[in-house]
């Protein structure tokens, strides 16, 4: 740490145009240094412009499979790519928004890679999460939230979105929780018969401090033939 400080201070004594030319040969030679400055020379609406872009260009992607040897750059290219929603200061809405895409994109994004080492999944559970918990607590709709919180989950077909639930307390206050917890609740209703389980909800009741819902769900779990 020391040693990287000590490079700044002395960068920031380094001629400005030095600097600047500097900084354009090594975006010349070097993808993520480019993207980097232009980030940094860019608006809240064109980072999200290009986020948009990038997403789009994963999902649409034919016949490229990064090897377990080769993910590594995946995941470099996932984290610039949730970069483009970083500091922001103005649209929490656009950049909640734009988060849920993210997620929504799990499939495509896991099926073209080999996560035995859980690089991918790990951006999923850490980086996103961070950018989904700030702007999802900035949301001044809340039922936007919540409606959003369950659809993620009922498509979760990968596991990548389990965080967020598990998260909750987070970014929801206890009446929210308590809401979603309804809506997890009539969700299950609907579903008698079918493989179902709660751990959603007694998710949610460990983050409430709940210990008699908690236990009753418990309960439930245990006796529920058709719950795994």
């Not at 995941?75 to 988060?99: G, P, S, T």
Request: proline share 1%.
């Amino acid at each position: 740490m020391n040693m990287m400080q000590n490079l700044r201070d002395q960068l920031l004594n380094v001629d400005p145009e030095n600097l600047v030319d500097a900084l354009f040969e090594i975006a010349s030679n070097d993808k993520i240094a480019k993207s980097k400055i232009e980030r940094l020379l860019s608006s809240e609406k064109e980072n999200f412009s290009r986020f948009k872009k990038h997403l789009q260009q994963i999902k649409n992607r034919r016949g490229q499979y990064f090897s377990r040897r080769d993910v590594e750059s995946f995941a470099i290219e996932l984290c610039e790519l949730l970069n483009n929603l970083k500091k922001v200061n103005i649209d929490f809405k656009e950049a909640f928004n734009h988060i849920c895409d993210f997620y929504r994109a799990d499939g495509k994004i896991l099926e073209q890679s080999d996560d035995s080492n859980g690089d991918i999944g790990d951006i999923f559970r850490n980086e996103a999460l961070d950018l989904f918990i700030e702007f999802a607590s900035k949301h001044s709709n809340r039922k936007h939230v919540l409606a959003t919180v369950a659809e993620l989950h009922e498509g979760d077909d990968y596991g990548a979105r389990n965080e967020i639930i598990q998260n909750s307390y987070r970014f929801l206050n206890i009446e929210e929780m308590r809401e979603l917890f309804s809506i997890f609740e009539a969700a299950t209703r609907k579903k008698i018969g079918k493989y179902t389980s709660n751990w959603e909800m007694q998710s949610l009741a460990k983050q409430m401090k709940d210990a008699s819902l908690f236990e009753k769900l418990i309960y439930q779990s245990s006796n529920e033939p058709n719950t795994r």
